[in-house]
């Protein structure tokens, strides 16, 4: 069974930076697609950011775009997310998930295609 914790979540102020990790266990090798996903008080889980197995592939939504970078590396089983400039809007729990498909797009931005999720771990950004 595929599990993911994250870690890393703190408060930080806005204009700060934060790396979260995600570290993978249950098996001998990540899923083929990982990605980070968030969720704000009372708003719907979005997508964040996408990496595919050979990190030749990510995709990151608008608003994170020259702010987050997403990496892996496969031989430590984590995934990871660098998050600079923040602002107050990225405050979310942040979740890490993972599906053994190879990347696209719609595949990479769609929650449901994701079987494995973690626990999540929360990020606030404060004014």
């Known amino acids: 069974q595929v599990q993911l914790t994250e870690s890393g979540g703190a408060l930080v102020p806005a204009g700060g930076s934060l790396k979260l990790s995600c570290a993978h266990s249950?098996?001998?090798?990540?899923?083929?697609?990982m990605a980070w996903f968030r969720q704000a008080p009372g708003k719907e889980r979005e997508f964040v950011a996408a990496?595919?197995?050979?990190?030749?592939?990510?995709d990151y939504t608008d608003s994170v775009k020259g702010r987050f970078t997403v990496s892996r590396d496969n031989a430590k089983n984590t995934l990871s997310l660098q998050m600079n400039s923040l602002y107050p809007v990225d405050t979310a729990v942040y979740y890490c998930?993972?599906?053994?498909?190879?990347?696209?797009?719609?595949?990479?931005?769609?929650?449901?295609?994701?079987?494995?999720w973690g626990q999540g771990t929360q990020v606030t950004v404060s004014t």
């Open positions: 249950g098996r001998n090798y990540s899923p083929f697609l």
């Open positions: 998930a993972g599906q053994d498909s190879f990347y696209s797009q719609d595949r990479a931005r769609d929650p449901r295609s994701y079987p494995y």
């Open positions: 990496i595919g197995w050979d990190s030749a592939a990510t």
